[in-house]
T-cell receptor
């Protein structure tokens, strides 16, 4: 089955700097890769996703890149703000099975 | 629009007591439904998922069970809670041609 590895587990950045979170997956059949943001005491919220027919997707300060050959994808947050502080999860699926999540990255943006 | 409801928000239960957590989805039909558990500071562990009424797939054998008595209702149960059942329980749904999940607001369960 699919296995998703996520790094780093914790990340601290200064406000205004960029943050990058990386994930690798094992199943070459996976074709959908979402990213979720979880604030304290709340359920995760989908912030951006990418399908395997696209190499990059951007939404304002957030972007995701996908390298199918290397089986890795990354989340990029530019101009970080204190409200970006949260736990971020990557996930992968082929569509026929449930999403497999990474273990999460706790991002702290220091003002 | 689609919404997902999960209750209660918090629950404190004694060891050995039963459990029933409910999740309902509005605004869609025949959704895939999921129960996840999240231990403190940890990742998301898939417990059960359902692709239709009465269809339950179990990912991890444990002290819990799930049922889907109606198309948009998913229930997580236990006959006798253990201390290790404490955690943050999340319900999610997928449907409408999208692969992304929408999560509920979660139930924080503390077994004492």
């Amino acid at each position: 089955g699919e296995n998703v590895e996520q790094h780093p587990s914790t990340l601290s950045v200064q406000e205004g700097d960029s943050a990058v979170i990386k994930c690798t997956y094992s199943d070459s059949a996976s074709n959908y890769f979402p990213w979720y943001k979880q604030e304290l005491g709340k359920g995760p919220q989908l912030i951006i996703d990418i399908r395997s027919n696209v190499g990059e997707k951007k939404d304002q300060r957030i972007a995701v890149t996908l390298n199918k050959t290397a089986k890795h994808f990354s989340l990029h947050i530019t101009e970080t703000q204190p409200e970006d502080s949260a736990v971020y999860f990557c996930a992968a699926t082929s569509g026929n099975t449930p999403l497999v999540f990474g273990k999460g990255t706790r991002l702290s943006v220091i003002a | 629009s689609q919404t997902i409801h999960q209750w209660p928000a918090t629950l404190v239960q004694p060891v050995g007591s039963p459990l029933s957590l409910e999740c309902t989805v509005e605004g869609t039909s025949n959704p895939n439904l999921y129960w996840y558990r999240q231990a403190a500071g940890r990742g998301l562990q898939l417990l059960f998922y359902s692709v239709g009424i009465g269809q339950i797939s179990s990912e991890v054998p444990q002290n819990l069970s799930a049922s889907r008595p109606q198309d948009r209702q998913f229930i997580l149960s236990s006959k006798k809670l253990l201390l290790s059942d404490s955690g943050f329980y999340l319900c999610a749904w997928m449907g409408g041609g999208n692969y992304g999940y929408t999560f509920g607001s979660g139930t924080r369960l503390t077994v004492v």
